[in-house]
């Protein structure tokens, strides 16, 4: 049973430009959420996608969007970027959205906008 | 703002001690999880308890909920260096498909 993977593990980017991050869920998992987190503090919910359709968004701007491919993979795109856009962001797959069991969480990926 | 807030936000014991922190929320909740992440990695579910159940067990983890207090505890108990990390509350709430997460206690085991 494969888990998480998020790629890439770290990125770079100037303000202004765009990012698509990348998110393979881990067997028997339909819904992919995905979080942001600054520098010492708890994630933040942007959005969930459940069977390939957004599920759920938190307070985030529509120039994060996303996607889910029928495999469940799942995609953030994030445009304009801004340096506060600095995070990590983190991708979370599970059955279901969380009601009976708990999420998978990736080792992330960590974006630096300069 | 954050739902599930963490109390406390640091917490340092030498191996072997207990460690217990605190979770609280404001809405009614499905049910609660709690995560570890170590140094800024992904997060590791530990335990998910639900709105009906007062406790659960997991090796050496014990959660409490109170939902009359919105409240529920983490407890660790013999901590060992490598219990080392940060631990969020994650709440899910009654009604909607999101986990909300708090900012977390930030817990040092001494060797």
């Known amino acids: 049973e494969t888990g998480v993977t998020q790629s890439p593990t770290h990125l770079i980017k100037t303000r202004g430009q765009q990012v698509t991050l990348r998110c393979s869920s881990q067997?028997?998992?339909?819904?992919v959420s995905w979080y942001q987190q600054a520098l010492g503090q708890g994630p933040q919910f942007i959005f969930q996608y459940y069977r390939e359709e957004e599920n759920g968004r938190g307070n985030f701007p529509p120039r994060f969007s996303g996607l889910q491919f029928p495999n469940y993979s799942s995609e953030l795109n994030v445009n304009a970027l801004e340096l506060d856009d600095s995070a990590l962001y983190l991708c979370a797959s599970s059955l279901g959205g969380g009601e009976n069991y708990g999420y998978t969480f990736g080792s992330g990926t960590r974006l630096t906008v300069v | 703002s954050q739902q599930g807030e963490e109390d406390p936000q640091a917490l340092s014991i030498q191996e072997g001690e207990n460690a217990t922190m605190n979770c609280s929320y404001k809405?009614?909740?499905?049910?609660l999880q709690w995560y570890r992440q170590n140094s800024g990695r992904g997060l590791v579910h530990l335990i998910l308890?639900?709105?009906?159940?007062r406790e659960k067990h997991s090796g050496r983890l014990r959660v409490t909920l109170d939902t009359s207090k919105k409240s529920s505890s983490l407890l660790i108990t013999a901590s060992r260096a490598a219990d080392t990390a940060s631990y969020f509350c994650?709440?899910?709430?009654?009604?909607?498909?999101?986990?909300?997460f708090g900012g977390g206690t930030r817990v040092l085991v001494k060797p």
């Open positions: 809405t009614s909740i499905n049910n």
């Open positions: 067997s028997g998992h339909n819904t």
């Open positions: 994650a709440k899910r709430k009654a009604a909607g498909n999101k986990l909300t």
């Open positions: 308890i639900r709105s009906n159940e």
